[in-house]
Nanobody
Framework: QVQLVESGGGLVQPGGSLKLSCAASGSGFGFRPMGWYRQAPGKQRELVALISWDGNTNYADSVKGRFTISRDNAKNTVYLLMNSLKPEDTAVYYC?????????????WGQGTQVTVSS
């Protein structure tokens, strides 16, 4: 059973940067497309960025040009570099892999990491 552990969040001023990490224990990580998701208070969880096993990426329009997703399959880790942060980026950030054409997930959700953008 793969366990996901997100880290790297914190409090940052508008315009600042953070780099999130998602470390997976166990097998089954390397060939899954992985995504970063976020959930702000009172809002539904939304997709932020996706990366295929071989590095192809997709981003939500709201973060294009500011966020960069990457992965190191040898380390079973996915990263999210967030630049030019805005208050509306404030949320709990999670990683996971969605089963195609379903609303189900390959892995159990981790605890997430809180990102707060505020002056």
């Amino acid at each position: 059973q793969v366990q996901l552990v997100e880290s790297g969040g914190g409090l940052v001023q508008p315009g600042g940067s953070l780099k999130l990490s998602c470390a997976a224990s166990g097998s089954g990580f390397g060939f899954r497309p992985m995504g970063w998701y976020r959930q702000a208070p009172g809002k539904q969880r939304e997709l932020v960025a996706l990366i295929s096993w071989d590095g192809n990426t997709n981003y939500a329009d709201s973060v294009k040009g500011r966020f960069t997703i990457s992965r190191d399959n040898a380390k079973n880790t996915v990263y999210l570099l967030m630049n030019s942060l805005k208050p509306e980026d404030t949320a709990v950030y999670y990683c996971n892999a969605k089963i195609p054409y379903t609303e189900r997930w390959y892995f159990n959700w981790g605890q997430g990491t809180q990102v707060t953008v505020s002056s």
